[in-house]
């Protein structure tokens, strides 16, 4: 009865107690996902080289990767963007540093690119076309799409890195 008794006498104090436990449970709970989320990883793919580069997940983009600027429909940025790479094959085959003709060579592709401009308007396109379409429209969904008929009948498996 001590206990419940010094609590209800100082209802501010184990008030503040309550919130500083949450604030400390919130800070672990986020920094840790935030961790997690730093070392994930995922293809991007440079437009000038042609070529995808392994990278973390939360990495800005565009960036510029050495192979210089690339001319966007909002200015000039730097040329690696996110991508999505798919394979008919064995995942295992494909690897950072890839070219497009490499890639075709075990059975993958570059199925799309993707670009936010500096008015957070989201972007996709298909990198042999390089034409850029908003995400939620009919061309982007022709672009999505044509994953169905790259794989003869085999479903495709998207690439992540090692």
């Known amino acids: 009865m001590g206990l419940r008794n010094w609590l209800n006498k100082n209802s501010g104090v184990s008030t503040f107690i309550v919130i500083l436990m949450l604030v400390i449970a919130a800070g672990v709970l986020f920094s840790n996902t935030a961790r997690t989320n730093d070392k994930a990883m995922t293809y ?28 966007y429909v909002d200015g000039e940025r730097g040329s690696v963007v996110p991508a999505l790479i798919y394979t008919c094959g064995s995942p295992e085959e494909v690897r950072s540093g890839m070219t497009v003709e490499e890639l075709d060579r ?35 969904s022709a672009i999505y799409d044509a994953i169905g008929t790259r794989c003869e009948g085999k479903k495709a498996v998207r690439c992540l890195p090692q």
């Open 106 to 140: 075990v059975g993958a592709f570059v199925l799309a690119v993707f670009y936010t401009t500096q008015n957070s308007d989201q972007l996709v396109a298909n990198p042999k076309a390089m034409q850029w379409f908003p995400t939620q429209s009919m061309a982007a």
């Open 44 to 71: 991007f793919y440079d437009l000038n080289s042609r070529s995808i580069i392994a990278d973390t997940a939360s990495r800005e983009v565009p960036f510029d990767n050495g192979n210089g600027m690339f001319m």
